[in-house]
């Protein structure tokens, strides 16, 4: 693949409109999950090849646990095949995976298995696939404020030191760049509880393009139109 485009170093998504594809097709919701699972992973294999660095997906939200309940069993045991059948591709594309969300609420076994997935993909260099799991950002900064306060109890922080930095030191994405580039599937204009902190000078892309149809060529094109934004950061066109 040649490098036409301007590469954001961090790609976030909101994958949406599942249901709607299904839906259009008179097929159970499901199946558009099962759809939209391919879509993950041929935007991930995009994604290393383009040489993206760092790739989050928002795969549960915490407003998800709203749904039915055979919704929400269906999508654990999906994220459960998904990482056994990734577990080799991720390997050899030197993939290094991290979740972001409170994985200890998923059911049975599986914190325990992405958890192990996080390991066994420390040494990787390549791209960073990040899902977020059980997310939703004000609990993400409600914990870090919560961490905060009690430092500041403890004599650990003054509250004249705290900065930008005390925060975003305390997020689940410690570490990790803010994204360049946010996508959102199926034409919805809101962020639903995703990076709030992260996403403030991101550059945003809807499409109503739905997840299950969201491939290489849909990435391409949400990367062509980002080559062609400027970042002003609050400041002024740069001379
Ligand atoms: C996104 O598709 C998938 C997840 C939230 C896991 P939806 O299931 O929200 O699909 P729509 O929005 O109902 O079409
Ligand atoms: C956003 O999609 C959350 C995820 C993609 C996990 P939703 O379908 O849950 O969001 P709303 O309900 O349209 O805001
Ligand atoms: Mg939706």
Redesign the pocket.
């Known amino acids: 693949m040649t490098k036409r485009f301007k590469i954001p170093v961090h790609l976030a998504v909101?994958?949406?409109?599942?249901?709607?594809?299904?839906?259009k097709r008179n097929m159970p919701?499901f199946m558009?999950?099962v759809e939209?699972a391919k879509s993950v992973r041929a935007v991930t294999e995009a994604c290393v090849e383009l040489g993206i660095k760092y790739l989050t997906f928002?795969?549960?939200?915490t407003e998800?646990w709203k749904?039915p309940k055979k919704?929400i069993g269906f999508?654990m045991k999906l994220l459960n095949n998904y990482i056994d059948s990734e577990f080799s591709t991720m390997m050899k594309n030197n993939v290094r995976f991290h979740t972001i969300g409170d994985i200890s609420r998923l059911p049975g076994g599986l914190a325990k298995k992405l958890e192990e997935t996080k390991k066994k993909t420390s040494k990787n260099t390549g791209l960073n696939l990040i899902l977020a799991l059980n997310y939703g950002s004000r609990m993400e900064i409600l914990a870090a404020v919560r961490q905060v306060a009690d430092d500041v109890k403890n004599g650990r922080l003054s509250p004249d030191a705290l900065d930008e930095k005390a925060i975003t030191e305390r997020l689940y994405t410690k570490g990790m760049p803010d994204p360049d580039l946010m996508i959102r599937?199926?034409g919805?204009m809101r962020i639903s509880n995703f990076l709030l902190w992260q996403l403030a000078y991101s550059e945003l892309y809807v499409t109503r393009v739905?997840?299950p149809d969201f491939r290489k060529k849909e990435l391409l094109k949400a990367l062509k139109e980002y080559s062609g934004r400027e970042r002003r950061y609050g400041g002024v066109e740069a001379k």
């Open positions: 909101i994958m949406d409109g599942n249901g709607r594809w299904a839906k919701r558009g999950h939209g928002y795969a549960f939200s998800n749904r919704e999508l599937t199926s919805e739905l997840w």
